[in-house]
């Protein structure tokens, strides 16, 4: 079993910064993928970013080009969000997911996750 715990988020003005992690514990082995989701309110979850643990190759959605960055601590089994310039429309439950094996789906897919934390708010004022 694994566990996949978030921190980080909070109240921050249009144009900060804030760090997300996600940290990993349990059967960690063959950690696959790490992926970051939002959810804002009234609308449906979304792909934010998403790193392949062996490479390191990232993979972001357009929205978010740019601004944040997705990050690994092999060593440490933690992912990290690195958020910049933050927008009012980047408000939002921020959930990080992870795979610990090949699963065949896209990568901004939620099915090809196993596991989910359990969220962090995150809310950018004007």
């Known amino acids: 079993q694994v566990q996949l715990v978030n921190s980080g988020g909070g109240l921050v003005q249009a144009e900060g910064s804030l760090k997300l992690t996600c940290a990993a514990s349990?059967?960690?082995?063959?950690?696959?993928?790490m992926g970051w989701f939002r959810q804002a309110p009234g609308k449906e979850r979304e792909f934010v970013a998403s790193?392949?643990?062996?490479?390191?190759?990232?993979y972001y959605a357009d929205s978010v080009k740019g601004r944040f960055t997705i990050s690994r601590d092999n060593a440490k089994n933690t992912g990290h969000l690195q958020m910049n310039s933050l927008k009012p429309e980047d408000t939002a439950v921020y959930y990080c997911?992870?795979?610990?094996?090949?699963?065949?789906?896209?990568?901004?897919?939620?099915?090809?996750?196993?596991?989910w934390g359990q969220g962090t708010q995150v809310t950018v004022s004007s």
């Open positions: 997911a992870a795979a610990f094996r090949f699963i065949p789906k896209p990568t901004m897919e939620e099915g090809a996750y196993d596991y």
């Open positions: 349990g059967r960690t082995d063959n950690f696959f993928r």
């Open positions: 790193i392949r643990w062996s490479s390191g190759s990232t």
